[in-house]
DNA sequence: TATTTATCGATATTTTTTTATCGTATAGCA
DNA sequence: TGCTATACGATAAAAAAATATCGATAAATA
């Protein structure tokens, strides 16, 4: 099936391994050395054993009656992530959730550097936001021919995603962070990733009509 | 496990019916009456005989050399998630991310209705952003018990994402679609979800990393 | 030093999800 | 009407993910 070229298992780890570097970090802060799968568990609602399945991933080994080295597993998981070095980025579509993703502070902890924007209004054009530079999409392959991003963020109304995706996959991009509601298509060895908000509310929805007993 | 109280099964199901219900909703706007799974399949980078197991949960039957009927499937995946009537909802935080989400038309899609935004700074409330008028989060408690909404969606700064959640939660709030990067705890019959960036971005940033031949 | 206890990790099991096989139904057409 | 091609759907199989079991190990304590 060569749609699946980039298939990977273990996805359901990786999804998680986010959220133990954020905990992770937190403990790092405070000082922490150590941390057992239990205490990550019981913060993520979990179970322990899930978490030890995942650090087989990162190759850590825990010690009875102590748990993992957290600088160990930190380092682990940035290194699987690619996280460890600045990630260089663009964003296209600098709108309201464009510029908000551009002003979010906390995107620093995946080392994800956004190093432009780009939009079709000239209202933009010329201007920053949040720090970062908005140029004209007009210049998109000139501008990616100097950077060197591969990893985009398509914020663009989702009428224009195909044509903006066709754009950056000709203008050297490999990987493209899709925040609209099309699915876009792209040649074999370039990467998509959906951010989807419908399905959590769907989840959300599912999960409060099963079980409670009042309607909504 | 009493943690798990909420644990639906089919949750990858539940999570592709949104995806469904966008191109599905595409196709009725042309005036199209029936679908087959191979076309849905192909549109969503999937296996046609995924989608038909899916459609299992619709209880909508497909006749063959024709497909299944695209107001059948609306109607009943609406109905599975209860995107048929309007489901109301409060948003707290009006910031960057709060005010791009109420701005968001494409949310109306999924029935959600916004009914009010709530802040602590002095600033916003009073005003309206998009349409939504934004009131003081002292005043949750006290307009919660007008409005109808028991879903709230979180979108304050993720230091107080606790404190607001306690606060939503007394207030009778049953469902929060969580935004921040916390982990907020709450009772056994209130539902969280937690809109997660970061692990999309970690698949995006594996897969990359796994087939790509040059780095990045 | 022996005992206890917490916690890991190898292995096995169960559950869930995805994919395959193949018979059947139906529209279109000769 | 009978043939053919298409698409479903029941059943089975495979793959993937989550969970359970339990022995081993190391820290704490007596
Ligand atoms: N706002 C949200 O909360 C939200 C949430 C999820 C997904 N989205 C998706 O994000 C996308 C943008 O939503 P938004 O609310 O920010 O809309 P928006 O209209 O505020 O922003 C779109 C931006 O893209 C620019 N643009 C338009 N055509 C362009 C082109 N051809 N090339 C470059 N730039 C172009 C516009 O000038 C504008 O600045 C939509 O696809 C939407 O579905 C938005
Ligand atoms: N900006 C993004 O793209 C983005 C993406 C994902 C997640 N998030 C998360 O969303 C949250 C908000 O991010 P943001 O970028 O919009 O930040 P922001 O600072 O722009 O917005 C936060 C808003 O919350 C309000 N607020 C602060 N304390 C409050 C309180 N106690 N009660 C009510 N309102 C309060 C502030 O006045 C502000 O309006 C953060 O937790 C962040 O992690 C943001």
């Known amino acids: 099936m060569d749609r699946n070229v980039f298939k990977i298992d273990k996805l359901p780890t990786v999804r998680r391994l986010p959220a133990y570097l954020h905990i992770l970090r937190q403990l790092a802060r405070c000082d922490e050395k150590f941390v057992s799968s239990a205490f ?5 609602n979990i179970e322990p054993i899930l978490v030890r399945k995942d650090f087989e991933l990162t ?5 009875p009656r ?6 160990g597993l930190i380092a682990s998981i940035e290194e699987f992530l690619g996280w460890g070095e600045d990630l260089d980025a663009i964003l296209v579509g600098v ?3 464009g510029a908000s993703i551009l002003g979010y502070r906390e995107l620093m902890d995946f080392r994800l550097r956004i190093l432009a924007g780009f939009d ?7 201007t920053a ?14 501008l990616l021919g100097r950077l060197r991003a591969r990893l985009a963020i398509l914020t663009v ?14 203008s050297g ?20 990733q959906k951010e989807d908000l419908a399905s959590g509310l769907a989840v959300l929805c599912v999960k409060m009509s099963r079980n409670m007993p009042s309607p909504l």
Do not use: C, M
């Open 173 to 192: 991009i490999r990987g493209i962070w899709n925040y609209t509601s099309e699915n876009i298509v792209v040649p074999a060895d370039v990467i998509t």
């Open 66 to 71: 102590v748990g993992y080295s957290i600088s």
């Open 95 to 97: 709108g309201q959730l």
């Open 129 to 142: 936001v949040h720090g970062v530079p908005v140029f004209a999409v007009t210049r998109l392959e000139e």
């Open 40 to 44: 990550l568990a019981e913060k993520l």
């Open 120 to 126: 079709s209004d000239p209202e933009k054009v010329g």
């Open 59 to 63: 190759r850590v080994a825990g010690t």
């Open 157 to 170: 109304p989702s009428a224009d995603a195909q044509n903006i995706t066709d754009l950056l996959v000709s």
